[in-house]
């Protein structure tokens, strides 16, 4: 029973690595035959393995939807800040986006908002189209694509093959009697299932890059230099009041922070006036006949 148990074990163990290269379903739809003489005849230092053509004849034979990550950067300068942050907000909502992250920061002559947002892949030219409609001036535009339907087929076959290696598992644990070896395949099965959870995983991070595209959009008003926003003469008057008070606040603070020194002056000031005093009295005093 126990021999049976390990040949189990094994076949599984060596199918699960042969499934790493190839599909699934590599058995119910074979390579055509010259394809595979055509691998055997492959000069050396090609790089190139019998699995890895026989994989490339099924993805060339099989209906593969292309997985494209697209993503865009845009730098506006635009007229109204706050208009057109309003309106950038409206056209996000209006295309089924979201708005994953802002950080504006106002100086004295610029209002500027770096964006983070996010669109569905669909709806990414359109809305740069809008985006660039609210400008005075587009500094800059860039789109990238990144293709990545190799990595989501690759991580799919593999997927398939680490689900069947665990229904075999779950079939040897079931038939398992005594204890090391249901510790021995336990110890498996949760290795191929972390291995299928981290798949899984990386499969649903690729769909969701595919199904939504990110624009990192830096927008900015230019302000005049006379006329900075909300700053009248009033308010530029209370801040000068508050600003003088708080410097002189701090200089008697800093005055405090020298009191050794103030203390030193002051004994060196006793002694002077002392010695003088002395000196005084000593040329007022009678001199004996």
Known sequence: MKRKLFLLISGIILLAGCGQFAPADRAEKPAPQPAMEQTAGAPPGSGQSAPDVVHAANLDSAAITQKIIRNASLRLQVENYDASHAKIVDLVARRGGYIAAENENRRQHVIENQMTLRVPAESLDPLI?????????????????????????DLEARLRTKREVAARYEDILRQARTVPDILKVEAELRQVREEI?????????????????????????????????????????????????????????????????????????????????????????????
Do not use: M
């Open 197 to 289: 959870e981290s798949a899984e995983g990386r499969l649903r991070y690729l769909n969701h890059r595919v199904s939504f595209s990110t624009v990192n959009l830096s927008v900015y008003e230019q302000l005049s230099a006379d006329s900075p926003p909300g700053r009248d003469f009033f308010s530029l008057l209370k801040d000068a009041l508050a600003g003088g008070w708080e410097g002189l606040q701090w200089i008697i603070i800093g005055l405090l922070y020298l009191w050794p020194l103030w203390l030193f002056i002051l004994v060196i000031c006793w002694l002077i006036i002392r010695l003088i005093r002395r000196r005084r009295q000593h040329r007022q005093a009678p001199k004996n006949p």
């Open 129 to 153: 189209e809008e985006l660039q409609h609210l400008a005075l001036y587009v500094h800059s535009k860039n789109i990238t694509a990144t293709d990545v339907t190799e990595e989501f087929v």
